[in-house]
């Protein structure tokens, strides 16, 4: 995951996740893969909701979003976010403790772009999240003489 940050997207990133253990695990992952992005927190689903309407559509590279927060869950909000004309292309990677397949369905139905599972071993959770920075954050620089996008 060594890939060159210089051709990636700077635009903070929306972090949704209620838990301040998990959070750290995030911030750590976005340290570990030398992410210079903002990480910006919300706790629950109306702290995102109030951000994003302040925010100019395009603000964030992507949104980071838990399943189980307090009030109203993470799939509930995706789907108010993809209702949402102008939220609508923000894209969406859930990351949440669900292993339930019908959860995963229900998130890709309700048009989230990529699900992924929290796992218990800190380590695994961190190539996990360094894999989601890596794929939603940057492009590997071309080679010496390679096409550019």
Not at 68 to 86: C, K, M, S, T
Not at 93 to 101: F, H, K, R
Request: net charge negative; hydrophobic share 45%.
């Amino acid at each position: 995951m060594s890939h060159d940050r210089m051709e990636g997207d700077s635009r903070p990133v929306l972090v949704v996740e209620d838990s301040d253990d998990d959070f750290d695990t995030v911030v750590e992952a976005a340290t570990r893969a030398r992410v210079c992005n903002r990480l910006i927190r919300a706790a629950d689903a109306e702290m995102a909701r109030s951000l994003l309407a302040r925010e100019a559509a395009g603000s964030f590279s992507f949104m980071l979003l838990d399943y189980n927060l307090p009030g109203l869950d993470g799939l509930a909000f995706l789907e108010i976010v993809r209702r949402d004309p102008v939220l609508a292309v923000l894209p969406a990677v859930i990351y949440t403790t669900s292993v339930n397949p019908l959860d995963r369905d229900a998130f890709l139905r309700a048009g989230a772009n990529a699900f992924h599972l929290k796992s218990v071993q800190h380590a695994d959770s961190l190539r996990t999240l360094e894999s989601i920075f890596d794929h939603w954050l940057t492009r590997a620089a071309p080679a010496p003489g390679g096409p550019r996008a």
